[in-house]
């Protein structure tokens, strides 16, 4: 019987001698090869030489590069995304945070959800080929997972930059808090729980509380509750967290969602200054707004950065009810407390919101009016339209047919406050100081609504606690860094094409230039500005002859917003 046939490779020397008398060692690499049925050489090398006359081999020096290297990287984007980091100082703030690993790894991928909007993560590791990241080695798709449940599992690197970022914050800054929802389908999250989503899809949802400094609209904290809680208790963590910065008692700006009688007296025993929306029908306001009515609306109250607002300010004594949670002396657990605290009301009226809301109502009435007129049968109208059928028409039967009228009384009754808010303060401030400090809040939205759409933050798309928290901080970065070149490029276009009495900046050829500029940047966002200059590449050649490097070429706009941005580049 014949052998088995192993397949096993075997090496071998063997020697050949040159006519000078040098001989030549090699090695050679032997494998049989079953269908040829015999062994056959699969690779041979040199290994030396041993010179005439010697016993000595010297070994084969490494063959001369014949040809040259050369890689290829895109910079536009990453160029810019590498200044804002540097300028803002996030990049400072995680390095301070975080060894330096983890820092590199966190701003890669803060910059990465920058640069691609809606990206997710398993594109990124094909992507950083051919782009420049912090981290150089390159980040899998495990890496990322590996680092957001490293950084969910402690909150050392997390609070670390949040106070970081809270003492970049400019002296006697306000702060503003807001909530968003994030859906997610997962079953594994105990955080996603039923309640108010906002997205309005249904699902379960975990809730996103975020402290943004309204000065520079930076986010400087952000803290994570189960989806069920409502807007009004959550302001008690985010006033503790403040107090965890050592924030020298800033004014607290809060939407209308956070408004309650609990949390006003809550802030008010804290010594905390706020500022948040009132509910118009409160039953303590609206009767202030009442008395205001004559004075809102006089010429000497108009706002002098916004001539449609008309403002004016009362200071009212409010009795605060309390249930007492424990004993205390006298005071029996489950007694009934009332306090009485002194609280500015601030009343606006904004005509332009006034007018808007007006015509959309009357266009309403009207066109339920022209419906019934035509012969349709108030059964047939929606619900809503049967409401105001109701409300807002008079209608009669008579002999020659149905008659339909205004209800003038109602109308004038519904309209009497459109383009009336108030906004509910215990520090005392100047009427349109206080207006300006809540819309500075109001850019919060914008940040919710940049955040979804840039930073994949529309779904959780994690399975574990731990991966969530890292993920939102990942998110929370990559807000930080598109809030700043919003910023800056509002504050250019701000500047962009206005006459300084320069003449030389006044020349007619370089204000052409600025409003050619302006013009473009109406048309564009962020995410475009980024793509348009991602098709900037820099080649780098190395031959015998030394490196060569070359960037491609931009026009003269885009040199001039690089220029005007501030982006300068080694």
Same mark, same amino acid.
């Given at each position: 019987?014949?052998?088995?046939?192993?397949?096993?490779?075997?090496?071998?020397?063997?020697?050949?001698?040159?006519?000078?008398?040098?001989?030549?060692?090699?090695?050679?690499?032997?494998?049989?090869?079953?269908?040829?049925?015999?062994?056959?050489?699969?690779?041979?090398?040199?290994?030396?030489?041993?010179?005439?006359?010697?016993?000595?081999?010297?070994?084969?020096?490494?063959?001369?590069?014949?040809?040259?290297?050369?890689?290829?990287?895109?910079?536009?984007?990453?160029?810019?995304?590498?200044?804002?980091?540097?300028?803002?100082?996030?990049?400072?703030?995680?390095?301070?945070?975080?060894?330096?690993?983890?820092?590199?790894?966190?701003?890669?991928?803060?910059?990465?959800?920058?640069?691609?909007?809606?990206?997710?993560?398993?594109?990124?590791?094909?992507?950083?080929?051919?782009?420049?990241?912090?981290?150089?080695?390159?980040?899998?798709?495990?890496?990322?997972?590996?680092?957001?449940?490293?950084?969910?599992?402690?909150?050392?690197?997390?609070?670390?930059?949040?106070?970081?970022?809270?003492?970049?914050?400019?002296?006697?800054?306000?702060?503003?808090?807001?909530?968003?929802?994030?859906?997610?389908?997962?079953?594994?999250?105990?955080?996603?729980?039923?309640?108010?989503?906002?997205?309005?899809?249904?699902?379960?949802?975990?809730?996103?509380?975020?402290?943004?400094?309204?000065?520079?609209?930076?986010?400087?904290?952000?803290?994570?509750?189960?989806?069920?809680?409502?807007?009004?208790?959550?302001?008690?963590?985010?006033?503790?967290?403040?107090?965890?910065?050592?924030?020298?008692?800033?004014?607290?700006?809060?939407?209308?969602?956070?408004?309650?009688?609990?949390?006003?007296?809550?802030?008010?025993?804290?010594?905390?200054?706020?500022?948040?929306?009132?509910?118009?029908?409160?039953?303590?306001?609206?009767?202030?707004?009442?008395?205001?009515?004559?004075?809102?609306?006089?010429?000497?109250?108009?706002?002098?950065?916004?001539?449609?607002?008309?403002?004016?300010?009362?200071?009212?004594?409010?009795?605060?009810?309390?249930?007492?949670?424990?004993?205390?002396?006298?005071?029996?657990?489950?007694?009934?407390?009332?306090?009485?605290?002194?609280?500015?009301?601030?009343?606006?009226?904004?005509?332009?919101?006034?007018?808007?809301?007006?015509?959309? %109502?009357? *266009?309403? /009435?009207?066109?339920?009016? !022209? &419906?019934?007129?035509? =012969?349709?049968?108030?059964?047939?109208? #929606?619900?809503?339209?049967?409401?105001?059928?109701?409300?807002?028409?008079?209608?009669?039967?008579?002999?020659?047919?149905?008659?339909?009228?205004?209800?003038?009384?109602?109308?004038?009754?519904?309209?009497?406050?459109?383009?009336?808010?108030?906004?509910?303060?215990?520090?005392?401030?100047?009427?349109?100081?206080?207006?300006?400090?809540?819309?500075?809040?109001?850019?919060?939205?914008?940040?919710?609504?940049?955040?979804?759409?840039?930073?994949?933050?529309?779904?959780?798309?994690?399975?574990?606690?731990?991966?969530?928290?890292?993920?939102? %901080?990942? *998110?929370? /970065?990559?807000?930080?860094? !598109? &809030?700043?070149?919003? =910023?800056?490029?509002?504050?250019?276009? #701000?500047?962009?094409?206005?006459?300084?009495?320069?003449?030389?900046?006044?020349?007619?050829?370089?204000?052409?230039?600025?409003?050619?500029?302006?013009?473009?940047?109406?048309?564009?966002?962020?995410?475009?500005?980024?793509?348009?200059?991602?098709?900037?590449?820099?080649?780098?050649?190395?031959?015998?002859?030394?490196?060569?490097?070359?960037?491609?070429?931009?026009?003269?706009?885009?040199?001039?917003?690089?220029?005007?941005?501030?982006?300068?580049?080694?």
């Amino acid at each position: 019987m014949a052998r088995r046939v192993s397949g096993k490779i075997t090496t071998s020397q063997f020697r050949r001698t040159q006519k000078n008398g040098d001989v030549y060692v090699y090695e050679r690499t032997l494998q049989y090869n079953p269908e040829k049925g015999y062994t056959e050489q699969t690779a041979c090398r040199l290994l030396g030489k041993i010179p005439a006359g010697g016993t000595d081999m010297k070994p084969t020096r490494p063959g001369c590069r014949s040809g040259s290297t050369a890689t290829r990287k895109t910079i536009g984007a990453m160029d810019i995304l590498e200044w804002a980091g540097r300028e803002s100082g996030i990049d400072d703030d995680l390095l301070a945070s975080a060894d330096r690993g983890t820092a590199q790894k966190i701003m890669s991928v803060a910059r990465y959800w920058t640069a691609n909007p809606g990206g997710t993560i398993p594109r990124m590791e094909e992507w950083q080929i051919d782009h420049m990241l912090p981290y150089e080695d390159g980040i899998s798709e495990d890496m990322c997972y590996d680092l957001m449940a490293s950084i969910g599992k402690g909150a050392s690197v997390q609070q670390g930059y949040f106070s970081a970022r809270a003492s970049r914050m400019p002296s006697r800054a306000s702060v503003a808090v807001d909530s968003t929802t994030i859906s997610s389908y997962s079953e594994n999250l105990n955080d996603a729980r039923y309640g108010y989503n906002k997205a309005g899809d249904g699902l379960a949802a975990i809730k996103v509380v975020t402290l943004f400094c309204t000065e520079t609209r930076q986010p400087i904290a952000f803290m994570r509750q189960p989806g069920n809680i409502p807007d009004v208790i959550s302001v008690t963590n985010a006033v503790k967290q403040l107090d965890a910065f050592g924030m020298e008692k800033p004014l607290v700006v809060l939407d209308g969602g956070f408004f309650s009688e609990d949390n006003i007296l809550y802030l008010m025993k804290g010594n905390t200054k706020f500022l948040m929306r009132g509910q118009m029908d409160g039953k303590w306001i609206l009767p202030e707004l009442e008395k205001a009515l004559c004075e809102l609306s006089l010429p000497s109250r108009t706002s002098p950065n916004h001539p449609g607002i008309y403002g004016t300010t009362v200071a009212v004594m409010h009795g605060f009810h309390w249930i007492r949670r424990r004993n205390r002396g006298a005071a029996a657990k489950g007694e009934a407390v009332t306090e009485t605290h002194r609280v500015y009301l601030h009343f606006f009226l904004d005509c332009d919101r006034q007018r808007i809301d007006r015509t959309a %109502f009357l *266009q309403q /009435v009207q066109l339920v009016k !022209e &419906q019934l007129e035509s =012969g349709i049968e108030t059964g047939q109208l #929606s619900r809503a339209e049967q409401d105001t059928a109701k409300k807002y028409l008079v209608i009669k039967n008579t002999r020659g047919g149905m008659k339909i009228s205004v209800n003038d009384d109602a109308c004038i009754k519904e309209m009497k406050h459109y383009g009336q808010f108030c906004l509910v303060s215990n520090s005392r401030m100047d009427t349109f100081e206080a207006l300006d400090s809540y819309m500075l809040r109001e850019k919060t939205e914008e940040c919710y609504r940049i955040d979804k759409q840039y930073n994949d933050a529309l779904r959780t798309r994690s399975k574990g606690t731990f991966a969530l928290e890292g993920r939102l %901080f990942c *998110q929370f /970065v990559a807000m930080g860094y !598109e &809030q700043f070149l919003y =910023g800056r490029i509002r504050k250019m276009k #701000s500047m962009l094409a206005v006459k300084t009495k320069d003449p030389v900046h006044d020349a007619s050829k370089t204000l052409k230039a600025e409003k050619a500029l302006l013009n473009w940047l109406n048309k564009m966002s962020l995410a475009k500005i980024l793509d348009w200059f991602d098709a900037r590449q820099e080649t780098t050649v190395d031959t015998k002859f030394g490196r060569r490097r070359w960037q491609t070429e931009i026009i003269e706009r885009d040199k001039l917003f690089l220029k005007y941005l501030g982006v300068t580049r080694d």
